[in-house]
């Protein structure tokens, strides 16, 4: 069974950093490409950045990350990170990690999701 549970979460203030953590289990994590999204209150979900563990390929899902945010793996640990650095109020949302097949993929396997608030 596919899980992925999302840690890091939580409030920081205008300008500052978080780290958003996502462990897999349950498949072979090389094979699989792990992507973050994040949605915000009355939005639809949207893509924030991909890898792909086998490659160690880098999408930006969406262009608001290319200056602020990176994303990187330990596949010795099964772990894919979020960092996000001068956080924005707009950055609220509920960050989630995803597993699929590669980082186009259409299906998706689902974290629960985590809270992230930025105060101004």
């Known amino acids: 069974e596919v899980q992925l549970v999302e840690s890091g979460g939580g409030l920081v203030q205008a300008g500052g950093s978080l780290r958003l953590s996502c462990a897999a289990s349950?498949?072979?994590?090389?094979?699989?490409?792990i992507a973050w999204f994040r949605q915000a209150p009355g939005k639809e979900r949207g893509g924030v950045l991909c890898?792909?563990?086998?490659?160690?390929?880098?999408?930006y899902l969406g262009d608001f990350a290319k200056a602020r945010f990176t994303i990187s793996s330990d596949n010795a640990k099964n772990t894919v990170f979020l960092q996000m650095n001068n956080l924005q109020p707009e950055d609220t949302a509920v960050y989630y990690c995803?597993?699929?097949?590669?980082?186009?993929?259409?299906?998706?396997?689902w974290g629960q999701g985590i809270q992230v608030t930025v105060s101004s």
């Open positions: 995803a597993a699929g097949t590669h980082c186009s993929a259409y299906e998706w396997n």
């Open positions: 349950g498949f072979t994590f090389d094979d699989y490409a």
């Open positions: 890898i792909d563990n086998g490659s160690n390929r880098r999408t």
